[in-house]
């Protein structure tokens, strides 16, 4: 089960994703991404992602999203991934 918090300000938007991150969450999470100009997910409290979530981490950082928190394990994950492209 994923749960997500979604806090702004008129800058920008953080959401923080609490538990487990699947693929099946993914629309869920860009659904709360919406249209704003800066988003910042937080994963502090992420515990389990799947390969489809570290895919979308990567290019949503790529594409200017600040990872907050990001746990060691995922920042590695993503860097994998993205040499394996």
């Known amino acids: 089960m994923l749960k997500l918090?979604?806090?702004s300000d008129?800058?920008?938007t953080r959401i923080r994703l609490i538990?487990?991150?699947r693929s099946e969450y993914?629309?869920?999470i860009t659904k709360q991404m919406g249209s704003c100009p800066e988003v910042?997910?937080?994963?502090?409290?992420?515990?389990v992602v799947d390969v489809d979530v570290v895919r979308f981490l990567g290019t949503c950082?790529?594409?200017?999203t600040?990872?907050?928190h990001c746990p060691r394990y995922i920042r590695e994950w993503i860097s994998?991934?993205?040499?394996?492209?």
């Not at 950082?61 to 200017?64: L, N």
Request: proline share 0%; hydrophobic share 25%; no cysteine.
């Open 19 to 21: 538990g487990r991150a």
């Open 26 to 28: 993914l629309d869920e």
């Open 66 to 68: 600040e990872l907050l």
């Open 40 to 47: 910042i997910l937080d994963l502090e409290e992420v515990t």
């Open 5 to 7: 918090e979604r806090s």
């Open 10 to 12: 008129r800058e920008r």
């Open 61 to 64: 950082e790529r594409e200017g």
């Open 80 to 85: 994998r991934e993205q040499k394996q492209r």
